[in-house]
């Protein structure tokens, strides 16, 4: 095989090292090596692929957080194209809120809504799953807000998925402000 341009030979048997422990399904072991790597050679051609190693061995080993930790800078990797970056951003995002982690999952999508400029629908989507997620933390005020956020984005959309979000949400809002009343 070809190295790298600005690999070292024994940085590429470091990667080679890791990858043959990840097909060991050797966790602990490939996270060391490849965390080594990244200490030896910082800024290498090969972050993303080390990311996506590391995101994958930590979530073998369920260490969610540090996968976490791994997807996100997958995401913030400005050479990856939009679409993995934001893949990224949302998997990151479902990670922490099956690890418990309510509070991330929520930032996390609230960054890919607003970084990621994703489709009308997606938005919407995301943008209820959070509104969700403050509910279930009890943060009226915040759920209460992404719901009028989503119905804003809603609006000239034709689907009709965006538009039956839109309209519950409208309809949870009409309810909250008539218990505002009663």
């Known amino acids: 095989?070809?190295?790298a341009p600005g690999a070292t030979l024994r940085g590429t048997a470091t990667l080679g090292t890791a990858e043959?422990?990840?097909?060991?399904?050797?966790?602990g072991e490939a996270i060391d090596v490849l965390e080594r790597y990244r200490l030896d050679h910082p800024g290498?051609?090969?972050e993303a692929e080390v990311s996506a190693k590391l995101a994958n061995a930590y979530e073998e080993l369920g260490d969610i957080p540090s996968a976490v930790v791994e997807y996100e800078r997958i995401a913030r990797n400005r050479d990856l194209p939009e679409s993995v970056r934001g893949d990224a951003m949302l998997y990151a995002a479902?990670?922490?809120?099956?690890?418990?982690n309510l509070a991330g999952?929520?930032?996390?999508?609230?960054l890919f809504v607003t970084d990621y400029a994703p489709a009308r629908d997606i938005a919407i989507l995301q943008m209820r799953h959070i509104a969700d997620l403050e509910g279930e933390l009890g943060d009226t005020g915040r759920r209460r807000y992404w719901l009028e956020q989503l119905i804003e984005r809603q609006r000239g959309s034709e689907s009709a998925q965006s538009v039956q979000i839109a309209s519950r949400a409208a309809l949870e809002l009409a309810d909250y402000n008539m218990q505002i009343f009663q």
């Not at 479902?94 to 418990?100: K, V």
């Open 105 to 110: 999952s929520i930032a996390l999508r609230e």
């Open 44 to 46: 290498h051609a090969n």
């Open 94 to 100: 479902d990670l922490a809120e099956r690890s418990g």
């Open 20 to 27: 043959a422990l990840l097909q060991q399904a050797q966790w």
């Open 1 to 3: 095989g070809e190295i």
